[in-house]
């Protein structure tokens, strides 16, 4: 019942930026909380950041400083702006929105993220 379209992976060098969005769209999820996650090879799925409704964020202390994640409530789209990107933060990023009732969420279908040294 919900459909995530997710985009702006790539392979960018150190020091450089990519944008990533996510938009949720059908029935059965929150807004109120939207997020990205990130998981590399051979490590567990790791929480990046979070916004809620009213526009509240908040950040990994690997990424505070140099991510952004911000939203358009009207399109049901969760952005995640990364700056000054390193090679650990090489990993696949999936976005993530709750569902209305209940614990979980629902899954991007995660982009590769790539950082060269």
């Known amino acids: 019942q919900v459909q995530l379209v997710e985009s702006g992976g790539g392979l960018v060098q150190a020091g450089g930026s990519l944008r990533l969005s996510c938009t949720a769209s059908g029935s059965g999820f929150s807004i109120n909380a939207m997020g990205w996650f990130r998981q590399a090879p051979g490590k567990p799925r790791e929480w990046v950041a979070g916004?809620?409704?009213?526009?509240?964020?908040n950040y990994a202390d690997s990424v505070k400083g140099r991510f952004t994640i911000s939203r358009d409530s009207a399109k049901n789209t969760v952005y995640l702006q990364m700056n000054s990107l390193k090679p650990p933060d090489t990993a696949v990023y999936y976005c993530?929105?709750?569902?209305?009732?209940?614990?979980?969420?629902?899954w991007g279908q995660g982009t590769q993220v790539t950082v060269s040294s």
């Open positions: 993530n929105v709750p569902k209305s009732t209940g614990p979980g969420g629902y």
């Open positions: 916004i809620t409704s009213g526009g509240s964020t």
